[in-house]
């Protein structure tokens, strides 16, 4: 019998345990589009917190906006993802299903990264190496797909009320960028963050949330002075090495940095840097992209618009288009990759347990509280109690009184949380919970006056 990969053992905890599940399931599901259940929920509102922590929060130079899904199609002209926003696909000849020519070459074992070719040059290397589809079939010549999704708002459905969906969620930061920079009085240096909407028409979808036609992505577009652009490229790469290292706790053996060849940058980008994540068998992928923008949005969007977006220097009278540093990040793939960090396996048999290892601030339950018995109410009535308490200090705590302990520390392990307290008769007699631990499994028993600094501590740690 062939083992489980490790993304089928996530896949199926997060459905298992009410993290992720497929979209419209019970019409038989939607390709590449999920739910986040309540513990995906919970998870995701921690990562975001987390995220905002980092790059919002404890700097003193970005601000954060949500903009809106729908912009001024002319927005989508001005980026380029109109007339270059494209996938290059080939088509079955027999099937007609159609495939990603870069993913179909590099599974192939022929490039590691297909990327930057150009429609000739996928076409030579499908010719000389005989490539097939999936199902075995001869492909059709390249073809350029464009991504970007539409629809129509409005009462008819014409070219005039034809609008795009978000293809990226950085565009709203650009159009606002004057917007922000006078009302908040900000002086370059400085960064404007989002957490928004992206949605794209996939082709190749597969590898659960790693590649979806809906996603958030988390952005930070930092601009600056076009002779301090290189600086602050360097910083943010640096930045977010530790962010993902250090704040979010990845194991440093996971994540990795992969720099574009020059055939893969857009053509304004002066450099770009993915930060890659290791997930299991498929191998380190992009999480994130360090891109070194230099002007081409703002001016783009100045000559589309015709709305001046220059930048006047106050010390020195200079008037300039900011340079932007972007850090571009998605949330589907933050999320899996805090999976994949945090799944742990130990034991064997009946002893065999699963538990996700998630940094205490991000587990969705920051502590479990449990009476023994359900059946003896002045074990329930200590147990709420004490519930209350933790609650009131560190919402949400799960409550279980169902089923024998093991059963719902394996419960627990399961959803990542750090901390189960179960009250016993002895804690009728002396004040003294069991605390135990979802890393070691170990069992202690502590006064109950002290969980909340117990607890605090583990937190802060
Ligand atoms: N504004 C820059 C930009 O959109 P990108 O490399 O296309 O750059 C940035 O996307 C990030 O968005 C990626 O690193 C990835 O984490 C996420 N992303 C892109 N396409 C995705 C998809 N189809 N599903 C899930 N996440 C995606």
Redesign the pocket.
């Known amino acids: 019998m062939t083992q489980p990969s490790l993304m089928e053992k996530i896949v199926s905890l997060c459905k298992r345990r009410g993290f992720v599940f497929p979209s419209s399931e019970i019409y038989g599901g939607f390709a590449a589009t999920y739910d986040f259940g309540p513990m995906g929920f919970l998870l995701k509102k921690n990562i975001e917190k987390a995220w905002r922590r980092w790059n919002v929060e404890m700097r003193e130079d970005v601000v954060e906006i949500e903009g809106a899904i729908f912009m001024h199609p002319r927005v989508w002209e001005a980026s380029g993802h109109v007339g270059g926003f494209a996938d290059v696909l080939v088509e079955d000849m027999v099937t007609h299903k159609r495939y990603r020519a870069d993913h179909l070459i590099e599974e192939a074992g022929l490039l590691e990264n297909a990327g930057g070719l150009s429609l000739q040059e996928i076409d030579d290397l499908i010719r000389s190496h005989g490539l097939r589809s999936p199902d075995g079939n001869p492909v059709s010549s390249a073809k350029k797909f464009n991504q970007l999704v539409k629809t129509h708002l409005g009462a008819t459905e014409d070219d005039t009320t034809l609008v795009y969906l978000k293809g990226?969620s950085?565009q709203n930061i650009y159009l606002n960028f004057k917007l922000v920079q006078e009302t908040m009085r900000l002086k370059l240096p400085f960064g404007i963050a989002q957490i928004g909407k992206a949605f794209?028409n996939?082709i190749t979808v597969k590898n659960f949330l790693?590649?979806?036609?809906e996603?958030e992505?988390m952005?930070v577009q930092y601009f600056c002075r076009p002779a301090d652009a290189d600086r602050y490229y360097e910083e943010w790469k640096e930045n977010r090495w530790k962010f993902y290292t250090e704040f979010m706790g990845f194991s440093a053996e996971n994540v990795r940095w992969r720099q574009h060849s020059p055939e893969e940058r857009a053509f304004y980008a002066k450099d770009a840097w993915?930060v890659q994540y290791r997930f299991g068998e498929i191998g380190f992928q992009?999480?994130?992209?360090i891109?070194h923008r230099s002007d081409y949005d703002l001016t783009q969007h100045q000559k589309f618009s015709g709305t001046d977006l220059s930048y006047l220097d106050q010390e020195t009278g200079d008037r300039f288009i900011p340079y932007i540093v972007?850090c571009?990040?998605?949330f589907?793939?933050l999320f899996l990759s805090a999976m994949f960090d945090a799944y742990r396996e130990e034991g064997e048999g009946d002893k065999k347990r699963v538990y996700l290892a998630f940094k205490p601030s991000l587990a969705p339950y920051k502590a479990a509280v449990f009476p023994l018995l359900a059946n003896k109410p002045q074990l329930v009535e200590k147990a709420k109690a004490i519930f209350s308490i933790l609650d009131s200090r560190f919402s949400p705590i799960a409550w279980d009184d169902r089923g024998n302990i093991g059963k719902r520390y394996y419960a627990q392990d399961e959803i990542g949380t750090p901390w189960c307290v179960t009250v016993d008769f002895q804690t009728l007699e002396d004040g003294t919970v069991t605390v135990r631990d979802r890393d070691t499994a170990e069992q202690k028993r502590l006064p109950i006056k002290e969980l909340t600094t117990f607890i605090q501590t583990g937190l802060s740690s």
């Open positions: 990226e950085c794209r996939e790693f590649r979806t036609r996603f992505q952005d993915d992009e999480i994130e992209g891109h972007e571009s990040g998605g589907n793939r």
